[in-house]
């Protein structure tokens, strides 16, 4: 049985990494991974020709999270991920907690606001209806923690562990709305934490953590739920081809292992770019501040003095 429409799954050899990475394009992620480029491209380039500067860091990071979107989908892991539960968990952590990160650091939004033409006075085009979504109530209600954070977690728990999962996995179709799935969620969850534009939810940096790890745990514990698990718990994987000589629960296990991990890895690199960006912000306001204080002669700080002066006139 064809799960994936690009490859059998049902005589793969045994896993090894090379064979993972072997091409193997799913038709719908290739197209949409080409378009991602050519339009960031674009973009970029129209900055470029009216003489405006693109942080080069931004384009590598858009451009290497579109690129890992290809490693686990245009690639033979995408066959081997319909049969094994290890090298489909290495997917959906790539997806939805990998490829994320990196394309909020690219800061799409932005680069679409900058590089996109107003349409002029009583009309709208894509600029415009592109402002008027992340005005909209509904980008202020799916970007909400007290939506984000539950969606992050039910993806996994509602997912995993109802019988929704075998039926997506069960169709070409399915199996690509699934992977889109858990690479909106993870969009829509990382966004307000840590990406770059400009949305309706911006808490303080501090908030920002604790959104961060409000989630995480639940990530943990659904990999050690799978690593303790004393029996296969999804049907899709209980009876792995033969011709791949693994045993369901161990791969089952593995699948734990890679999830309770992945929930270590970008918490890091989140807290990192967090701390960056929280820098550099209180390096902005430093230099607004110190900018007014040469417009005004500094007279925040003469108001100060005075006041001392005051205080010290009046203790004599």
């Given at each position: 049985?064809?799960?994936?429409?690009?490859?059998?799954?049902?005589?793969?050899?045994?896993?090894?990494?090379?064979?993972?990475?072997?091409?193997?394009?799913?038709?719908?992620?290739?197209?949409?991974?080409?378009?991602?480029?050519?339009?960031?491209?674009?973009?970029?380039?129209?900055?470029?020709r009216r003489g405006d500067a693109w942080p080069t860091g931004r384009t590598v990071a858009f451009a290497v999270g579109v690129l890992t979107i290809a490693l686990?989908?245009?690639t033979r892991l995408n066959d081997y991920g319909m049969v094994m539960f290890s090298v489909h968990m290495v997917q959906h952590m790539?997806?939805?907690?990998?490829?994320?990160?990196?394309?909020?650091l690219g800061a799409p939004i932005t680069l679409a606001l900058r590089a996109l033409?107003?349409?002029?006075?009583?009309?709208k085009g894509p600029r415009e209806v592109l402002l008027m979504l992340l005005h909209s109530r509904y980008m202020?209600?799916?970007?909400?923690p007290a939506?984000?954070?539950?969606?992050?977690?039910?993806?996994?728990?509602?997912?995993?562990?109802?019988?929704?999962?075998?039926?997506?996995?069960?169709?070409?179709?399915?199996?690509?709305?699934?992977?889109?799935?858990?690479?909106?969620?993870?969009?829509?969850?990382?966004?307000?934490i840590m990406g770059v534009d400009p949305g309706p939810h911006r808490p303080g940096h501090l908030m920002r953590m604790l959104?961060?790890?409000?989630?995480?745990p639940f990530h943990a514990f659904f990999g050690i739920a799978l690593m303790m698990a004393t029996a296969p718990m999804v049907e899709t994987f209980k009876n792995p081809p033969a011709s791949l000589g693994i045993d369901a629960l161990s791969d089952q296990n593995a699948a734990g292992g890679i999830a309770w991990a992945f929930s270590e890895v970008p918490s890091v690199l989140v807290l990192l770019a967090l701390l960056f960006q929280w820098y550099a912000s209180d390096q902005r306001q430093a230099k607004r501040t110190d900018r007014a204080a040469d417009r005004d002669g500094d007279k925040e700080l003469e108001?100060?003095?005075?006041?001392?002066?005051?205080?010290?006139?009046?203790?004599?």
């Open positions: 049985m064809d799960h994936s429409g690009h490859g059998t799954t049902m005589d793969l050899p045994p896993f090894t990494l090379g064979r993972g990475l072997e091409w193997s394009a799913d038709p719908f992620f290739l197209v949409a991974c080409l378009l991602g480029l050519a339009l960031y491209g674009w973009g970029v380039a129209r900055l470029v686990v989908m245009c790539v997806i939805s907690m990998v490829s994320p990160i990196l394309i909020l033409p107003t349409a002029g006075r009583g009309r202020r209600i799916v970007t909400h939506f984000t954070i539950p969606l992050f977690i039910a993806s996994l728990y509602a997912l995993y562990f109802t019988p929704l999962f075998d039926f997506l996995m069960g169709s070409r179709p399915g199996h690509i709305a699934m992977m889109v799935h858990f690479l909106a969620v993870g969009l829509v969850f990382f966004w307000p959104e961060l790890f409000a989630g995480m108001a100060y003095n005075a006041y001392l002066a005051s205080l010290n006139a009046r203790g004599r």
